[in-house]
């Protein structure tokens, strides 16, 4: 079965401090999406990054990084320099490949992560 | 604007009610889901679709009803309100093919049942 944990519920820094974010997955299928999204506190859900099971490539997005490690089922979530307006909840999702189960995507708990100035 | 649309923005409900969710989306995307968020719990996956006349059940599906009759529309249908139901909604559509975006996600429905 599929499942994504998010063990930290709540995360505090001031600003300019260097945040990480943990997901720790659990699939059964050998091709797999993993998502990140931001949910400030306006509600939507802002997609962040998309990583491919086939691919372990870590990704640097100015301030914004991701580390996929499969070996440990995890894809951590870092942001350095944190600001004020990275103040959100933060969601980490997982999707598997079989065409039957396209459209279906498992969050974990989300991290309402607060920058203080 | 090209995008995943959900009406109503807000809804109060009485127990016993029914209505429908309505989720529009003008991408011509195969993939269609809906999630309930509450407190604490993330989103859960009610029912999804992965293209015209074909939905499953996710997590939470009890006291909810999909179908699935355009690509471009996935209403769904709670089918007598209950106060556990009170919760944000959001529906999201995917490209089958796509492999580098995200699911689109809608501005969210909240439904309070009293």
């Known amino acids: ?49 998309r990583r491919n099971s086939f691919d372990e490539q870590n990704e640097i997005s100015g301030r914004y990084s991701w580390n996929f490690q499969k070996s440990t089922s995890s894809f951590n979530f870092t942001i350095t320099a944190s600001q004020v307006v990275d103040s959100a909840v933060y969601f980490c999702a997982l999707s598997e490949e079989p065409y039957n189960q396209g459209g279906k995507l498992i969050f974990g708990q989300g991290t309402e992560l607060s920058v203080k100035p | 604007n090209a995008g995943v649309t959900q009406t109503p923005k807000f809804q109060v409900l009485k127990t016993g009610q029914s209505m429908t969710l309505q989720c529009a989306q003008d991408m011509n995307h195969e993939y269609m889901s809906w999630y309930r968020q509450d407190p604490g719990m993330g989103l859960r996956l009610i029912h999804y679709s992965v293209g015209a006349g074909i939905t499953d059940q996710g997590e939470v ?52 049942v009293v």
Request: hydrophobic share 30%; aromatic share 12%; charged share 20%.
């Open chain 2, 61 to 112: 599906p009890n006291g909810y009803n999909v179908s699935r009759s355009t690509t471009e529309d996935f209403p769904l249908r709670l089918l007598s309100a209950a106060p556990s139901q009170t919760s944000v909604y959001f529906c999201a559509s995917s490209d089958r093919a796509d492999r580098v975006n995200g699911y689109t996600f809608g501005s969210g429905t909240r439904l309070t």
């Open chain 1, 1 to 49: 079965a599929q499942k994504v944990t998010q063990a930290q519920t709540e995360i505090s820094v001031v600003e300019k401090e260097d945040v990480t974010l943990d997901c720790v997955y659990e699939t059964r299928d050998t091709t797999y999406y993993l998502f990140w999204y931001k949910q400030p506190p306006s509600g939507e859900l802002v997609f962040l990054i």
